[in-house]
């Protein structure tokens, strides 16, 4: 029988962080260098990168800032290919970086299409892609968790990013095609779907009284989530307590989907 540190200790793995410079990014970050990770920090603001990775050094794991555009072509590959020759083989990555590009969708430019499936979808399978690829030559085990969205699965009623929603569905079910492929090497990949939170994505939006009413009227619980309510589903997801799910998506949503 394992004891609880067992279950939920990283120690030894090496992460991959997406958007690790601001928002949720971050507590994944600490959640996952708390449980005794290494961690590889990506986004493009640098000295942000270099903040947390100082935070976390502190913690007693070792951070690396990884800085990277994941819309531009070759830098998921080179990401990858930088965290592993600081840290090592990456065995746990969190697919979390995203932009949610507004407007109407009879107006929505395809530049904004484009780039909200650029970082939202087509970055987390080209980072899974080659995360996989290693582990798989490797003969190792690994984790990918990818990060979605309530509205992976349901038009957006607060805001008009077409782009956005689209984006997510397809990274919902892309998650289910990897872990069909990549069980027989013991490669799990989940997603969590998170509700409202309060972060640089949403700040703008919730800076109108109206857009936070519609949103806390529609959450059953009546408020935004935290974020260290995200970070404790991503911990199951990536630790030895679920090597048995696959293909799966942890809803952290206060009751959004449930109506
Ligand atoms: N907040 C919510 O209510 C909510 C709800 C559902 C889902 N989500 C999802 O949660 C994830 C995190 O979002 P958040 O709320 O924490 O928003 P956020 O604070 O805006 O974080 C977005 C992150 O993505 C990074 N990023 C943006 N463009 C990038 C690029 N081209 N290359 C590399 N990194 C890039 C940003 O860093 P740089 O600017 O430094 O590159 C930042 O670290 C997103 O996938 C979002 O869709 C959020």
């Given at each position: 029988m394992s004891t609880i540190d067992d279950l939920f200790s990283l120690r030894g793995q090496v992460a991959?962080?997406?958007?690790?410079?601001?928002?949720?990014?971050?507590?994944?970050?600490?959640v996952l260098a708390a449980a005794g990770a290494d961690?590889?920090?990506?986004?493009?603001?640098?000295?942000?990168?270099?903040?947390?990775?100082?935070?976390?050094?502190?913690?007693?794991?070792?951070?690396?800032?990884?800085?990277?555009?994941?819309?531009?072509?070759?830098?998921?590959?080179?990401?990858?290919?930088?965290?592993?020759?600081?840290?090592?083989?990456?065995s746990i990555l969190v697919?979390?970086?995203?932009?949610?590009?507004?407007?109407?969708?009879?107006?929505?430019?395809?530049?904004?299409?484009?780039?909200?499936?650029?970082?939202?979808?087509?970055?987390?399978?080209?980072?899974?892609?080659?995360?996989?690829?290693?582990l798989?030559?490797?003969?190792k085990p690994g984790r990918v968790v990818?990060?979605?969205?309530?509205?992976?699965?349901?038009?957006?009623?607060?805001?008009?990013?077409?782009?956005?929603?689209?984006?997510?569905?397809?990274?919902?079910?892309?998650?289910?095609?990897?872990?069909?492929?990549?069980a027989?090497h013991r490669i799990t990949v989940n997603?969590?779907?998170?509700?409202?939170?309060?972060?640089?994505?949403?700040?703008?939006?919730?800076?109108?009284?109206?857009?936070?009413?519609?949103?806390?009227?529609?959450?059953?619980?009546?408020?935004?989530?935290?974020?260290?309510?995200?970070?404790t589903a991503l911990l199951y997801l990536v630790s030895p307590a679920s090597t048995f799910t696959t293909?799966t998506?942890v809803?952290?949503?206060?009751?959004?989907?449930?109506?």
């Amino acid at each position: 029988m394992s004891t609880i540190d067992d279950l939920f200790s990283l120690r030894g793995q090496v992460a991959l962080v997406t958007g690790a410079s601001s928002g949720l990014g971050v507590e994944f970050a600490r959640v996952l260098a708390a449980a005794g990770a290494d961690v590889a920090l990506v986004a493009r603001r640098r000295e942000r990168l270099e903040e947390v990775a100082r935070e976390l050094r502190g913690a007693g794991v070792r951070a690396a800032a990884v800085p990277a555009d994941l819309a531009a072509d070759g830098d998921c590959a080179r990401a990858v290919a930088d965290a592993e020759s600081q840290l090592g083989t990456v065995s746990i990555l969190v697919n979390n970086a995203g932009v949610a590009p507004m407007s109407r969708a009879e107006k929505h430019a395809r530049e904004k299409w484009e780039s909200a499936l650029r970082l939202n979808l087509t970055s987390p399978f080209l980072l899974a892609q080659e995360v996989a690829r290693r582990l798989i030559e490797a003969r190792k085990p690994g984790r990918v968790v990818n990060v979605t969205s309530v509205l992976a699965g349901r038009a957006n009623p607060v805001y008009n990013a077409i782009g956005y929603v689209a984006s997510k569905a397809g990274l919902e079910n892309a998650t289910r095609q990897m872990a069909m492929e990549w069980a027989k090497h013991r490669i799990t990949v989940n997603a969590i779907a998170p509700g409202w939170f309060q972060t640089e994505m949403t700040e703008h939006g919730f800076a109108e009284s109206a857009n936070v009413e519609k949103v806390l009227g529609r959450t059953p619980m009546g408020r935004l989530g935290e974020a260290h309510e995200l970070s404790t589903a991503l911990l199951y997801l990536v630790s030895p307590a679920s090597t048995f799910t696959t293909g799966t998506t942890v809803y952290v949503d206060g009751g959004w989907t449930s109506w």
